[in-house]
């Protein structure tokens, strides 16, 4: 038992730690830093971010960026190994910060991120030229962010075969309060074929996407 | 109030009565039909009807049809007044059922009704011919159907100006279960201007389309 | 499929184009106004619309107004094309504010509209008098606000011929929390005919009754 | 503590034992008829009914009537005493199984019960004429049976005085399917004074009219 | 239809005008007072009673009283009609406020009240003694409060035979954050004769026992 | 790592291998009993557990025995080890079954059980009896087995200090409807010290009751 | 734009076609049969399989598979490209006809797969062993299989980096009735980086497998 | 009746009293403690433990000890008798709030505890160690805190046969906000012998403990 268990826990690394700063204090942070070395800090808001990165001192070795939108911190010691490019759709302007989660998450593990935001099926021939030429860059994932209804994976996953990451959003009021008909229209989509993630885990859509590149990236 | 009552109730002539089948005998149904002549049974499966029609002897100033896909049958003594053109749409082919019952409810009522079937949005590009086609023929009125995710009420209503009657269906399975996930996603929906009836409510659908074109017949 | 695409989007003309406020900044919204012209900016509170009005510095082309009750902004440039009557009821003064963002969406959009406020189940005498007003002046359409148990739209479309848009409100307590028991009963209304949409969706009640008077304005 | 429950088991006589059928064989409920004697039988299906009344072999001192639209068997020795009078009002036809299950069971607790079935609001004006005969026969409770959106209770209770027990029942579809789109409206309603059962408990809603009756039975 | 009408409004009278706090300004309840009369206002805090009492300048035919635990101002020009008896029980000390509000807005509607509360089912010792003095005075109906999982009102329902109204309250957290495990075990209780009101509705359950008590006073 | 893995597995010992039967064929049942010998199986029909039975032709080592109320069948080649005593309660004669399958269960593996059924809340002066006798017979765990509104482990944990473990049962109907009310009231009850299992699951609190008379079986 | 949709559309192609049989007639799955040629039935019951291979006289170029367990019937008319290896793991006996709908699926479709069921973590050292041995095989993608609390896809996705897709399925009861409970634990796993489908969907996951081999198929 | 209540009252004795302190002001808390003297107050945040301890004014022979993270004040007069030993253990950092409730608790009321925090199934490598050691020191109870997804109990009552308690949190996001989707994985657990306790509930996890222990502590 003991050689099977190292053998699977040798696969478990490259990949940054990734830290979920809610319920965690400014001081826990930065001890996980100086711990870890090479850490993504999500969901973490401007301020908290300022005053991390002022009490951090990092030596000369790791740099430390943070992304406002997507409300992410990355300490870094080196550059992520390359892995190839991923398509990230958003369709309202409100699903942003999410999507914008997914892209900071993919690019610190490596992977080259093409977007698209604000392309919803309200207005679906803004949908077709980023999604063509995402298609001719050879995208190897769309990560598809929405709220409201949640139709764009559908309606994405529709049109091509390259595999379709759904992110659901709680962008919406009544009976879409919360995400839950994002989240159901994607997991019941009549397109086949969609992955889903809970509910503004752009982070979640981001590593799943890593993982389906990592698994070729030998290849 | 005496007035006023009667000035409303004046207003309420002219409809088929309708009866909802089920809860009802067989014996229910012929007696409602021999006291009001005009009449539209909905939700009756062929074989009641078959035994309804059997028991009803008529006389010569009725006609009945049954209608067997959308589970209806119409008793007529005349025909109904001309209303206009409305559309039915239907996203899949399992929505047909539903599609049909709010198509011959708006024929019986007056209306000429343009389809087209299984145009979901997970093959988007059969949408856009018939969707063309009804808009030449100027209907004034969409009735969209569809299951699972029920995402075509949006994307249709993201492409037209024309009205949109949204009826969500029973089709689906897990999440989609009873037609919630369409229901919701048709509230929910980032298009505007989308009226939702009942889980497999095509009856209502065609009430609201007729009352739609009753209220400018006049006009 | 070019030239179906150009076909449906010509129709798209003649709204003012429709923003929702909540998630995005006063900057977004001045921003978007100078880019597009013509806008209804909804769900906004009075602070933010003072400082938006300020910001706007509009030329002499542009007149900006709010309403604060609806809280709703509308800025434009010459007047809507006239196009019929429609009417609104509420059941209680707590649904006032939806109520208003429905008056004042279908006004900016050229409808005439008659009010009828804090007419609902629990005192249904004082319902029947407003009503016939509403109907002897050939209103299109009845848009019919409601929280609590939402029963209103129910009564009325069991008096009146008229097509009725029902609106749930996020009035109640309990089980009517977040408007549900009123959302609940108007898709299962045994009056047929009603077409619904969100919980405290004013707009998009008034969008669909504005289709409807378009559909049929050339006529 | 012993005197104390003694007295409140005193007060505990004269309601006839009641026994709910689904779960219990044929012979369990012979076998409780035979020890108990006085017993109300509910949701007992006519065959049922038909094989426990011919093994009864009732003596001399009992009568058995099954009341088949109710599903309720009466078991009795005597006449119960006589209590006042009681209103069952339900809003459509397939409600009526559970109003008149609340009819035999008060009846047979010693109510006189007047009824006035299918007085929804989809045609308020059916309701006025009966609803004031009751008054004026001074019923003192009214037990209001709905399925549906449930808002009969509502506008009975908007109109009079008299308290009311709401019973919703599980007639209904979608949105309403099980019956607690009626419970909630009848929960969340607007005119304050509705006592709310579960759903479907024609039982238990006039074994609370009959509570009523008795607290002042000797008045 | 104007007689009938009429009549029914006729019996509408000698309640105090009840008017919930919540989302009323205090000028708006002022002005109400200042219109109407007597009135009871519910769901009142008592900085908004304070501000609301000093604006008031009632002359001398008016007292008002604020409730500060029932959170109920009650404006009164004479005292109500006499009416009987009944009893308040609550199962925790956190339920005390809903418990309270019941018993204001009942001894304003001219009920004598007698309570007892914090004697829920963890130490259901605590509950016979009380309850066996409210028999013993007679009273003829009984609220019962509770939250958390809301199994008093069966006990209380098996013990005696008095007519029980139940209150849920939102006291609970986990599953019974909101109330609902409350409200579901009370409509689901095994003891049947229990009329139950919406989440924390004291106020409405007051207004059922007193019209009780109302439709027997003049026998 | 190996090392630790079979020290935990070395505990797991001694009980009985049990099998759910829905959605296994008799055959696999049959082939599971011939591999391993000793088993439990629940939720078996009378009429399968007949056909199995007649199917298995176990050697003389193997006895085999169905207890039809509980729908379990034990195939046992020795008696288990003594345990201890504990208790079971039911509220009302349907929740028997699912009581009888945590007795047979505790039975099996090595417990002697008391049960008291049908001593629900309805009627609380029929559980004070049978439960003193259980504590004065010095049972060790509970397990309280309850449908409807679920009071009763409430009550019971109110009273005495046993550990008691909670079963809600699918028993109810309406809001009780597959026994989440029941479920809901164990969990949020305001007598703490209450383990809750899944609904209907016998099985599970037996195997919980034996898991902590084994705990303490070697002291 | 048609230049576009055409691009779009050149990439759905190599694919079989795929019919969900619920709610088709034996008669509507020959018809598309015949005119689709290559094509992939889910969701068939056996004599449902048998009737319609009887049925189809297929000639020399078709050949149909039926796979039982799976309840998918394939008809091919040449050997799919190759594609790659996938794992399909699954927690329990009861959810393996979902597991094997995922593997036929994906067979069909060009994967070889590898498979391991009744590894679920009630007994997680049955599980390292497969898990192992699919990692040395270079599996590309691991569908995970689960119903009851669903936890089998966060304790393999904590163990190896491969790309998850976890499928929930409606084995359960109480709380787990309809897969509600594994769904949901999927979604909020802790382990991130696992797509979900919807639940029993076994097709889903195999699409979404399929999707990800053929994006690196060229590579 | 008495008798029987005596007896079932006197077992009642020997727990600290608990009181909760949300909905209660520091008054009251005081005044609790005064009256009673050996008291834990939970849910009990810093500032309000502050200024309660310095109202107390305790005499000597009472000591107050507050523990922050599980945010419970213990007030005491002499050591609890000894009990026995017991393992808590929590899946994410998060979750040791909960947990530490339920080891103060438990610790108060007599038990010897050992923990093992953020040992959850996303790193199970880390649960195996303290597990074992746990086993080893002869714990007769574990008490396992989970969120998310909580399969922590699962996968630890699949290693090893003590007792499990299992106690769901509310960390989560999306389907998991509010802690539900732990709670119906621990409910819907494949390994049997779980009992559950409501969401964030830790104190009701240490009681259930310490009435186990207590059951057998005379042995
Ligand atoms: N935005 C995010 N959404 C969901 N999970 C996250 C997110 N950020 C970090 N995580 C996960 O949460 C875990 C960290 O939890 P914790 O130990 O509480 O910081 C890591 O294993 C991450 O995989
Ligand atoms: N009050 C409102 N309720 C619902 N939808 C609205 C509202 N106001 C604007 N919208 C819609 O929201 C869309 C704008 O979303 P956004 O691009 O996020 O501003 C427009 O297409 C409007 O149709
Ligand atoms: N605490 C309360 N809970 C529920 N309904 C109330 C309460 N107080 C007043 N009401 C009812 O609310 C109605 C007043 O609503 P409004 O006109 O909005 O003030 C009256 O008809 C009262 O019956
Ligand atoms: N943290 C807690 N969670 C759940 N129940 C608690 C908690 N702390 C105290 N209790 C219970 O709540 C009851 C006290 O309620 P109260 O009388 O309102 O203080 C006691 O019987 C305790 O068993
Ligand atoms: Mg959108
Ligand atoms: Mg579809
Ligand atoms: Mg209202
Ligand atoms: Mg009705
Ligand atoms: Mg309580
Ligand atoms: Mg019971
Ligand atoms: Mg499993
Ligand atoms: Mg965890």
Redesign the pocket.
């Known amino acids: 038992d003991r050689v099977r268990f190292d053998i699977l826990r040798e696969k478990r690394t490259g990949f940054p730690e990734?830290?979920?700063a809610p319920?965690?204090s400014d001081e826990d942070i930065i001890n996980i830093i100086r711990t870890v070395g090479d850490v993504i800090v999500?969901?973490l808001p401007p301020e908290r971010a300022e005053r991390i990165m002022d009490g951090l001192d990092l030596g000369d070795d790791y740099t430390a960026d943070y992304h406002e939108t997507a409300r992410v911190l990355a300490v870094r010691s080196g550059e992520p190994e390359r892995l190839g490019r991923i398509g990230v759709l958003s369709a309202g302007t409100s699903d942003i910060p999410v999507a914008e989660?997914a892209r900071v998450v993919a690019e610190e593990s490596g992977c080259e991120v093409l977007t698209a935001y604000d392309v919803g099926v309200a207005g679906i021939h803004r949908l077709l030229e980023p999604l063509q030429d995402m298609l001719e860059s050879d995208v190897k994932v769309l990560i598809v962010v929405a709220g409201m209804e949640g139709a764009l994976p559908s309606v994405v996953a529709g049109l091509v075969d390259v595999p379709v990451i759904a992110v659901p959003t709680s962008v919406g009021y009544g009976v879409g309060e919360g995400g839950f008909a994002a989240l159901n229209s994607m997991l019941q989509s009549c397109s086949p074929g969609i992955g889903v993630v809970?509910i503004d885990?752009?982070?979640?859509a981001a590593?799943l996407a890593v993982k389906i590149l990592r698994a070729f990236a030998g290849d």
Chains 1, 2, 3, 4, 5, 6, 7, 8 share one sequence.
């Open positions: 990734a830290v979920f319920g965690k999500t969901r989660e809970n885990n752009g982070f979640g590593v």
